[in-house]
């Protein structure tokens, strides 16, 4: 799959762009607000999106703007799960900060399987244990 990630905490950002790679993935861009999301949007297929970027709590309604204009399959990436709301419909997954690479790589599943024409369970917050940056 072509994954783009949307996180402005670089090292989150590293640690996603790590196990997005490791699992054999592409990597469209690793970017930190809406419209460097937006110039790679294009080219992805999956969207790791975090709530708070750069540019302010917009990843709500870029999220909504991925699904609706590109198609992607959005996974949200946050420390805010219960914030996610508006962008929630049509999205994979919810994955909660701290992460694992577990939880990380099943969500990616989730997408792959989507992409493929399966029809992924409803998304879910899951408060995953931490990760170790």
Do not use: C, W
């Amino acid at each position: 799959m072509k994954v783009l990630i949307v996180e402005d905490e670089l090292l989150i950002a590293v640690e996603l762009d790590r196990i997005v790679d490791g699992a054999g993935h592409e990597i469209v861009g690793v970017v930190a607000s809406v419209d460097q999301a937006l110039a790679y949007a294009a080219n992805a297929d999956v969207a790791l999106v975090d709530l708070r970027l750069a540019d302010g709590p917009s990843g709500g309604s870029l999220a909504r703007r991925l699904i609706d204009r590109f198609g992607i399959k959005v996974i949200f990436v946050t420390g805010n799960p219960g914030e996610v709301g508006y962008g929630l419909d049509g999205a994979i997954d919810v994955v909660a900060k701290p992460f694992t690479e577990a939880r990380i790589l099943s969500a990616l599943a989730k997408a792959d399987e989507a992409l493929a024409g399966g029809k992924p369970s409803q998304p879910s917050i899951n408060q995953a244990s931490s990760v170790r940056l």
